[in-house]
């Protein structure tokens, strides 16, 4: 991938409406199998959603290949800009809520392929879990991208209040959303990147089985199943010792950083 940053930047922001599940990161990858075969024979020819074939997940950790996911195609992207601060807002929804498919009616309280139902948190919520969570679960911390194809049709689809190229300017002057060249098979595009915010608070999706990510030990009282599937693929005979570890090194972080709340609340 090639990034090119432009230096006429202005550092306004880019955050996600502050509703539930504004984000939708699962429906680029975790409720839909490829080619959208999720979706019914019938509902294949409903209107494609605005991010539909033009917005992808870009996942990136060091060390790793870069991994690119498509949206499912009814997957609607919104930006618009917030009159009061100028600041830019997404907002990613599906088009046909009300009639989604089963596996995402039921994720992520129940998720998994049609003869193992296994619950975990959803993508977002792992996302915005600690390092030590992700470097012992997926045994790498990574960074969440939208891509954008840098079209004017594409841009003004998902950015309906502006003209495309005022659009594409507000965006390119927001901090860390930059041009990019990116590989798909043996060509490669141009796209615009957009760091996935870590807005937990008011975005995660909760239900009594869907709890945020605190701790390692409480994700794992949770979700055993699911974490130990993983740590057993990673790490073999040595999940436990790798389990235990992790907790205790989230631990010892914790009561240091108590202390040195303490010590600098004492110096006050
Ligand atoms: S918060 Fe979780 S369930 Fe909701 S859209 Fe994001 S990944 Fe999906
Ligand atoms: S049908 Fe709706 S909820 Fe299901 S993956 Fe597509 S956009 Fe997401």
Request: a neutral charge; proline letters at 4%; aromatic letters at 10%.
């Amino acid at each position: 991938m090639n990034n090119t940053c432009p230096a006429n930047k202005d550092y306004s922001n880019i955050t996600f409406i502050e509703s539930e599940c504004s984000d939708g990161m699962c429906c680029f990858t975790c409720v839909i199998p490829p080619n959208n075969g999720h979706i019914s024979f019938l509902k294949s020819f409903w209107r494609n959603g605005t991010g539909a074939f033009c917005v992808k997940l870009l996942v990136m950790s060091e060390g790793c290949k870069n991994e690119l996911y498509d949206s499912c195609k009814f997957l609607d992207f919104i930006i618009s800009q917030n009159s009061e601060n100028s600041n830019l807002r997404m907002n990613l929804r599906c088009s046909i809520y009300k009639s989604r498919p089963k596996p995402c009616m039921e994720y992520p309280d129940r998720a998994g392929g049609s003869y193992h139902k296994i619950s975990g948190p959803c993508i977002y919520n792992e996302y915005t879990a600690s390092g030590i969570y992700k470097q012992l679960v997926y045994k790498r911390d990574w960074q969440a991208f939208f891509a954008i194809r840098d079209q004017s049709g594409v841009i003004q689809n998902i950015f309906p209040d502006k003209d495309a190229a005022l659009a594409r300017e507000l965006l390119l002057k927001v901090k860390d959303v930059h041009p990019a060249l990116i590989s798909e098979g043996t060509k490669e595009s141009e796209y615009i990147l957009i760091p996935i915010q870590k807005q937990a608070d008011n975005i995660l999706y909760t239900s009594e089985q869907h709890q945020p990510i605190t701790t390692i030990e409480k994700a794992y009282n949770r979700w055993e199943e699911k974490i130990q599937k993983n740590l057993q693929h990673h790490y073999k005979h040595e999940w436990e010792a790798m389990l235990k570890n992790a907790i205790e090194m989230e631990e010892r972080d914790a009561s240091q950083r108590r202390d040195e709340d303490t010590a600098r609340n004492i110096k006050c």
